[in-house]
C-alpha cells in the first residue's frame, strides 16, 4: 500500500526558508521510473505544480519558481524534501507531495493528505 | 508556457445525468493530460491519465476524450458522491493544473 505524508512547520515569517519532508512507504524512490512531486493549493483556489524528483536523481522545476526552490531525496529512509527560500505572504498554501504512477508518467496517483503552512510576521 | 483553459467554472447537474468538463490547451499537448477528483477538504484522486486511460479502480461511468487541442471528461449516471471539483493537468511541457471545475449534484 502506497502512503506519503506531508510535514512542516506549520507557520514561519515572511523572508524564512520552507523545509518540507515528504515520507512515503509502500514503494522506494531508486525504483526505475518513479517520480515524487511537490504541489501546493491555496484557500479556495487551484492547484500549482511545484517540483519533481525522479528515481535517477533527476529533478524538474517550475519555471516561475525555480529560483527559491531545492527538491531532494533520501532513498534509504523513504523520505523526500522540498525548500522554498524567501517565503512571502503569498506563498501561504497547503503543500502535498505525490507519487507518480505505477509504471512511472508525469501524472500523480497517489498523494499525502497535505501539509498547510502559514506565511505571517 | 502552455495554458489549460478549463470550464466551466462550476456546474450544478442531477442525479442520472451526463456532465462534460473541457480542458482547453493554449498549444498541442499530444495528450499529455491527467484529470483529478478532489473533494473538499480531502487531495486531489486520479480519474484518468493519458488523456482517456482510467486509472485503476475508478468507476466506468468516467471517461475522458479529445479533440485536437480540448480535452473532456465527462461522467455518466451522475451519482452524489460525484459532488467535487475537477482539475485537469498537462504535462508535455513541465506541468500545469486547469482552474477547476466545481460540479454540484442537486
Known amino acids: 500500500q502506497v502512503t506519503l505524508k506531508e510535514s512542516g512547520p506549520g507557520i514561519l515569517q515572511p523572508s524564512q526558508t520552507l523545509s518540507l519532508t515528504c515520507s512515503f512507504s509502500?514503494?522506494?524512490?531508486?525504483?526505475?521510473?518513479?517520480?515524487v512531486g511537490w504541489i501546493r493549493q491555496s484557500s479556495g483556489k487551484g492547484l500549482e505544480w511545484l517540483a519533481n524528483?525522479?528515481?535517477?536523481?533527476?529533478?524538474y522545476y517550475n519555471p516561475s519558481l525555480k529560483n527559491r526552490l531545492t527538491i531532494s531525496k533520501d532513498t534509504s529512509n523513504n523520505q523526500a524534501f522540498l525548500k522554498i527560500t524567501n517565503m512571502d505572504t503569498a506563498d501561504t498554501a497547503t503543500y502535498y507531495c505525490?507519487?507518480?504512477?505505477?509504471?512511472?508518467?508525469?501524472?500523480?496517483?497517489?498523494w499525502g493528505q497535505g501539509t498547510l503552512v502559514t506565511v505571517s510576521s | 508556457d502552455i495554458q489549460m483553459t478549463q470550464s466551466p467554472a462550476s456546474l450544478s447537474a442531477s442525479l442520472g445525468e451526463t456532465v462534460t468538463i473541457e480542458c482547453l490547451a493554449s498549444?498541442?499537448?499530444?495528450?499529455?493530460l491527467a484529470w483529478y477528483q478532489q473533494k473538499p477538504g480531502k487531495s486531489p484522486q486520479l480519474l484518468i491519465y493519458?488523456?482517456?486511460s482510467l486509472q485503476d479502480g475508478v468507476p466506468s461511468r468516467f471517461s475522458g476524450s479529445e479533440s485536437g487541442t480540448q480535452y473532456s471528461l465527462e461522467i455518466n449516471s451522475l451519482q452524489s458522491e460525484d459532488a467535487a471539483t475537477y482539475f485537469c493537468?498537462?504535462?508535455?511541457?513541465?506541468?500545469?493544473f486547469g482552474s477547476g471545475t466545481k460540479l454540484e449534484i442537486k
Open positions: 505525490a507519487r507518480s504512477g505505477d509504471y512511472g508518467g508525469y501524472w500523480f496517483a497517489y
Open positions: 509502500g514503494f522506494s524512490l531508486s525504483t526505475y521510473g518513479m517520480c
Open positions: 524528483i525522479w528515481w535517477n536523481d533527476d529533478k
Open positions: 498549444e498541442d499537448i499530444y495528450s499529455n
Open positions: 493519458d488523456a482517456s
Open positions: 493537468q498537462q504535462h508535455h511541457d513541465y506541468l500545469t
